[in-house]
């Protein structure tokens, strides 16, 4: 967990994640964030800067900043919407060690449409039932107000992992930063099956609910380790 992790650590760790995400193009030009929480008595946060590309980024980019979203370490700025959504969203659930925020193709895909959301249509999309929650429009969060309000979904939904937030993107909490990675990348997957199922025209075939649960328990028996081995292998395969 990442609470057992120095700082250098979790400097790498977000950066690979930064840079894995923008190799998948799951980012949106220098936009969107990635935030880990510094284990110690202050409050303290990791966070890339804005202005520097995912695909360029360096643990050595990544600023520091306290709750107050001042820069402790680091050159760069931290852009008011990263400020808003990531320290309201660990402040409103501590479980959320990482925070992700992301307006990914296929995911945002499912913010746009009316009544859009993830069905248990694949054996994916059964990784997150029970770990999501729909919050509806509220602008860029340039204020703080914005953040607040997208962080009441975390406290409204205390098992809600993912949040998916109307015409926007969405939010992912995990407990690590390889962890809050493989449901990002998993999300992606099970979104983007779902929009090509539905793009035949046909109506999709639900999992039967039991069926869609056990499925559930099966993912979560074997979450932890096959996404510490999978964000592992990522950062192998890339040299990171």
Known sequence: MSTHKDI???????????RLAAAQELNEGICNHFSV??????????????????????PDDILLIDGEGQIHEGWGEVEATARNIHIAGHRANPRHQAILHVHMPYATALTM???????????????????????????????????????????DNPHA?????EHHGVTIGGPTVG???????????????????????LPLKIIPAEQARQTAREWMQVLEYQATKHFEALMRLNGL
């Open 179 to 201: 962890i809050a990675f493989d449901d990002l990348y998993y999300l992606e997957r099970a979104c983007k099956q779902q929009v090509l199922a539905q793009s035949t025209g």
């Open 37 to 58: 929480v510094v284990p110690g008595p202050d409050e303290r946060y990791l966070i890339n800067p804005y202005g520097i590309h995912w695909g360029e980024m360096r």
């Open 113 to 155: 449409v009316e009544g859009g959301k993830l069905e248990m249509a694949h054996q994916t999309a059964c990784r997150f039932l029970g770990r999501t929650a729909y919050q509806g429009f509220g602008g860029v969060a340039l204020n703080a107000e914005e953040g607040e309000r997208i962080a009441q979904a975390q406290k």
């Open 8 to 18: 250098k650590t979790l400097r790498r760790e977000l950066a690979a994640a930064l």
């Open 161 to 165: 992992d993912i949040i998916f937030l």
